[in-house]
């Protein structure tokens, strides 16, 4: 069976440190890979999708960026975090071009202060 | 552009009594619809979604939603709630030739004894 992991699981930064959030799928090929940014009480929000090793789609500029280095895995990054840049983070993957629905991560709580 | 649409931030609603939860999306093209359900500080899972065929389709703990071409809409609904439904809940749309799911902004329903 296909599982997903994100890490780590809770992060405190301080504002203008750098960031890096991983994510990894097991059990799949090829999968189509998200990171969507979860605000208090505004929804999820399309950061980033790959389609495949080293494609980036980026849905929205900002000081972050996103980097797939191998097949089934997908990584988040900032070279300087700014408050705003706090939330939940989450990945997801969907399969291939056939795929329908998507498979969440537990997600990533980041705290910049 | 597309868009889904969750008017309803917050729903309360007492045990045992019937719930609908509103969805309504706006695509030029066909789409799958989905439900996800996220309880607190974790990622969403699916409830249901529709791809094609029966426009009413349901998920295994009692929810249902429908289809509707003509209302643009996909609302959720249970007949009888419990406390353990308490929990947030997003619709998204995806575009049958694309990659890429649009979320509302969900809807927090809050189950009271």
């Known amino acids: 069976s296909q599982t997903i992991h994100q890490w780590p699981a809770t992060l405190v930064q301080p504002v203008g440190s750098p960031l890096s959030l991983e994510c990894t799928v097991e059990?799949?090929?090829?999968?189509?890979l998200y990171w969507y940014r979860q605000a208090a009480g505004r929804g999820l929000q399309l950061l980033f999708y790959?389609?495949?090793?080293?494609?980036i789609s980026s849905e929205v500029p900002q000081n972050l960026s996103a980097s797939r280095p191998q097949d089934r895995q997908f990584i988040l990054s900032s070279k300087k975090l700014l408050l705003s840049d706090s939330g939940f983070y989450l990945c997801?993957?969907?399969?291939?071009?056939?795929?329908?629905?998507?498979?969440f991560g537990p997600g990533t709580r980041l705290t910049v202060l | 552009a597309q868009s889904v649409t969750q008017l309803d931030s917050q729903v309360p609603v007492f045990e045992e009594a019937p719930v609908e939860l509103r969805c309504n999306y706006s695509?030029?093209?066909?789409?799958?619809l989905f439900w996800y359900v996220q309880y607190p500080n974790q990622g969403l899972q699916l409830l249901l979604k529709?791809?094609?065929?029966?426009?009413l389709v349901e998920s295994i703990n009692g929810f249902e939603a429908e289809f509707n071409k003509s209302q643009t809409s996909f609302h959720l609904r249970k007949p009888s709630v419990h406390i353990s439904d308490t929990a947030e809940y997003f619709c998204?749309?995806?575009?049958?030739?694309?990659?890429?799911?649009?979320f509302g902004t969900g809807t927090r329903l809050k189950v009271l004894a």
């Open positions: 059990g799949t090929s090829n999968p189509n």
């Open positions: 529709y791809l094609s065929g029966s426009t």
């Open positions: 998204a749309v995806r575009n049958t030739g694309t990659y890429k799911y649009i």
């Open positions: 997801a993957w969907s399969v291939g071009s056939y795929g329908y629905e998507q498979f």
């Open positions: 695509s030029s093209v066909s789409v799958y």
């Open positions: 790959s389609v495949g090793i080293g494609q």
